[in-house]
């Protein structure tokens, strides 16, 4: 199969899809891969190990798109790739669907068979592409709140690991999955007080056990919510639904009670965000301010630490890709469900129905398709 990775174009992008030595796995096992010039730079490597790795390194984003079978990213096309989409490409990268209409009807128009990493499933209900990410994600949530706390950045001055003498911040955590654990656990290194909540008594339960009670946790609530997000120096959104727009548990009002300068990093920008006041921003321009509280939505936030986040990811996509690779689309699909799950268009039709139900488009099951 021609495999093709081309250079990431979302601002401030620099993860690549596979660093060399993915490469070189693809082209043991008999592939083509085509790789744009300068597509791994911004994550540390350079054209020529890339050309060691065996693959054809191309000289424009074009040449990959159109004579790739598979084209495999990090990133959700924007709006000036829509042109190489085309009917029988199959597109494998992270998509977030349920937040981005225009791309889901442009997959739709152009039928093009479309993979979203987030999607990917294993039977324990587990998301194996998404979780390096998330992990990476919610360890840098932590970092970015801490800084952006600090008053010449428009913050209220916090430290949240305080000093002998003096408290330290306060960390609200709202959902226990990979990001918030991670986020969790951060913020515990840096010796803030953190809450989390959850909706999973469960999953509290598991929180408490591994990490030794050096936190609290809360069921989530509408009034314990608003409670703790008013006392907050950072609140962090970590709610997904897999393939579904987040649910909006911070309201405005709650974003109105919180103190000057404290500081709200969401997450779950990707699908929509948790926080009624929160709309995607970059990494050129990653906050903005409402009533007076800071607020960090950038979409691709592990795209700021590029070489860790380009191993993390490609150590878990890997096998994916060359399932797809070797056995071709309908037989990987078939042979593995996980992967299946992860299809989210498919010849014209939406086949996930979390995505189908947020954008209001008609569901069709993928296996109708194969």
């Not at 994550?43 to 890339?50: C, R, T």
């Not at 800084?147 to 690991?161: C, K, N, T």
Request: a negative charge; aromatic letters at 6%; proline letters at 6%.
């Amino acid at each position: 199969m021609i495999i093709g990775i081309p250079k990431e174009v979302k601002p401030r992008e620099y993860r690549v899809a596979q660093p060399p030595h993915g490469v070189r796995e693809l082209v043991r096992h008999g592939h083509t891969v085509l790789v744009e010039r300068g597509a791994g730079l911004g994550s540390g490597f350079d054209d020529e190990q890339y050309a060691s790795a065996g693959a054809t390194l191309v000289d424009d984003a074009a040449s990959v798109w159109n004579r790739a079978e598979l084209v495999v990213k990090v990133k959700e096309p924007i709006e000036s790739e829509f042109v190489y989409l085309r009917p029988g490409l199959i597109l494998f990268t992270f998509l977030h669907l349920a937040a981005n209409e225009a791309l889901a009807r442009a997959l739709v128009e152009r039928e093009v068979t479309a993979i979203a990493y987030e999607t990917v499933q294993l039977p324990d209900g587990s998301l194996p592409l998404l979780a390096p990410m998330s992990e990476v994600a919610g360890r840098l949530a932590v970092q970015v709140g801490a800084y952006y706390l600090m008053e010449p950045y428009g913050g209220r001055g916090v430290l949240l690991g305080g000093v002998p003498g003096v408290p330290p911040g306060r960390v609200v955590v709202i959902g226990g999955g990979t990001v918030g654990t991670n986020a969790a656990q951060m913020a515990l290194g840096l010796g803030a007080e953190v809450l989390l909540f959850d909706v999973n008594i469960e999953r509290l339960r598991y929180l408490e056990a591994v990490l030794h009670g050096r936190f609290q946790t809360r069921m989530s609530s509408e009034q314990a919510l608003a409670e703790a997000v008013r006392e907050a120096d950072l609140v962090i959104g970590a709610v997904l639904i897999p393939g579904a727009r987040a649910p909006k548990l911070v309201s405005r009002e709650m974003v109105r009670s919180m103190r000057r300068g404290s500081v709200i990093v969401d997450v779950s920008i990707d699908q929509g965000g948790c926080v009624e006041t929160a709309r995607p921003t970059t990494h050129d321009a990653p906050v903005y301010d409402v009533d007076g509280v800071l607020h960090y939505m950038v979409t691709n936030m592990p795209g700021a630490v590029p070489r860790t986040s380009t191993f993390a990811l490609s150590n878990v996509t890997l096998r994916y890709v060359l399932e797809l690779a070797d056995l071709g689309f309908a037989a990987a699909v078939r042979r593995d469900r996980a992967l299946a799950n992860g299809v989210n268009v498919c010849r014209g039709k939406i086949t996930h129905p979390a995505v189908a139900e947020a954008l209001g488009m008609p569901f069709e099951p993928l296996a109708n398709l194969l």
